[in-house]
């Protein structure tokens, strides 16, 4: 078991996911006494009986006043067993791209929902874009149960809707938990509650202690892009050529045989060098230099790999992609695409088609995407990338489309067809 979770919530507004950041941040006693003090008198300045935890997140004076959160706060917390990352996003439709942002790298997100108010649209959408982006575990978090007034029933409702919608969208049984909670009182974040005795299951803790993550579910060889090409020239290291970077999958050793792409020429790892010293190896989120056996033409962009499951360059390819843009994306748009340490020039095809997250259809050849909306286009680049399918690597699959003029990022793309995987039901 990996002892660093990376994780994020997700929900609709006012479902209380500041609250219960705020409650595990301070159940995880990873809030300094100042801060709390800070949130009491704020607190009682609002009129309340209880500290406001959600205060403890929602940093911007302007969030405050408005009682929503609107960008991607990264959160830090540990307990005994395991240490946390967590992405708390916002609940807007219109900052789908924040959750696109915040979920991207996560290994279980928390998605919340009121009680009151159950399964709605927005909690669909949600859980459609998780899928997309390949998250493994699923938390439905059933916030607000002290405000119901029969919590059993209404929360084996949630959970068998719940159930329905992750099943169809691919899920496992068993990467899917649903706990009643309150985030207000604490109720199952921590502490068991006495207040819930229709359900045996973990606290929210718990289950974030102990639940299997693999910190790389779907396996492949080495792929290190590289970053930066490392020549001293110096009289102590005249012949240093060093190749910089972070290993994106796999791992890597001395006398590994590796291949350079996309020129596909063959050598063998030397060295692998850190600020710290030498390593024996380097597995996936490590960044350092390797140094090669040939003196190979290699560069900003290029891509390191095993070559037993090395991938074939592309430059023509199907994706997968939530628009970010208030500008539609229409057929024929000349942008930038960025993947790992690349960036090249990248045409738009053709939008194949629109995905309704709602209905889980397509509608075939829409003449846009539009702000939020989930699409597979044809994508034509000027240099080829080195890429896997999005649902065999996260980190090799994913690219963003930028806007060459102004630098903003477009959109965030999947190589491959990750709608159909849904569609079929096949496992996340």
């Known amino acids: 078991m990996s002892d660093l979770l990376r994780l994020a919530t997700a929900g609709s507004v006012d479902d209380g996911k500041s609250t219960l950041v705020g409650r595990l941040l301070y159940d995880t006693k990873s809030v300094l006494a100042d801060q709390i ?33 609107i960008d991607v706060a990264y959160r830090y917390f540990a ?22 942002s915040g979920a991207s790298t996560a290994q279980l997100v928390i998605l919340l929902v009121d009680a009151r108010k159950g399964v709605i649209s927005q909690t669909r959408k949600h859980a459609a874009v998780l899928a997309l982006l390949g998250v493994p575990k699923l938390v439905l978090a059933v916030n607000k149960i002290d405000l119901v007034e029969d919590p059993a029933t209404v929360f084996a409702d949630i959970s068998r809707e719940f159930n329905a919608l992750t099943s169809s969208l691919g899920w ?20 068991r509650s006495e207040n819930t005795p229709y359900y045996d299951g973990p606290t929210l803790i718990e289950h974030l202690e102990s639940v299997p993550v693999d910190a790389e579910p779907h396996r492949v060889g080495l792929r290190f892009p590289v970053q930066y090409v490392i020549r001293p020239r110096t009289a102590e290291f005249p012949d240093y050529r060093g190749y910089a970077g972070q290993v994106a999958a796999g791992a890597v050793r001395p006398g ?12 063998t790892v030397t060295r692998i060098d850190t600020a710290d010293g030498e390593l024996d190896s380097a597995h996936a989120g490590r960044s350092v230099t390797l140094l090669l056996e040939d003196d190979v033409d290699i560069s900003r962009g290029d891509t390191i790999a095993s070559p037993q499951d090395a991938p074939e360059p592309i430059g023509d390819f199907e994706a997968t992609v939530c628009w970010l843009a208030e500008k539609p994306l229409r057929p024929g ?19 194949v088609e629109r995905f309704d997250e709602q209905e889980l259809t397509t509608e075939q050849s829409p003449e846009t995407l539009e702000l939020n909306e989930i699409g597979k286009i044809s994508v034509r680049v000027a240099d080829p990338i080195v890429a896997d399918d999005y649902r065999v690597n996260r980190h090799t699959g994913s690219f963003l489309l930028i806007d060459p003029a102004g630098g903003n990022t477009l959109a965030a793309g999947l190589v491959g067809d990750a709608i159909a995987a849904i569609e079929l039901g096949q496992p996340v």
């Open 172 to 191: 496992a049984a068993e990467d899917v938990l649903e706990i009643p909670v309150s985030a207000l009182h604490g109720d199952n974040v921590a502490v």
């Open 333 to 351: 748009a000349r942008l930038q695409l960025k993947h790992g340490t690349r960036t090249t020039q990248a045409i738009v095809g053709a939008i």
């Open 37 to 69: 003090d800070a949130v009491t008198r704020a607190s009682v300045d609002k009129g309340l009986d209880t500290p406001d935890l959600s205060l403890l997140v929602d940093g911007l004076r302007a969030e405050r006043e408005q009682g929503i959160t």
């Open 79 to 100: 307990t005994p067993k395991r240490s946390f990352v967590l992405a708390d996003t916002p609940g807007h439709v219109q900052y789908t791209r924040n959750t696109v």
């Open 256 to 267: 590994d045989e590796v291949v350079v792409l996309p020129s596909g020429i063959r050598t």
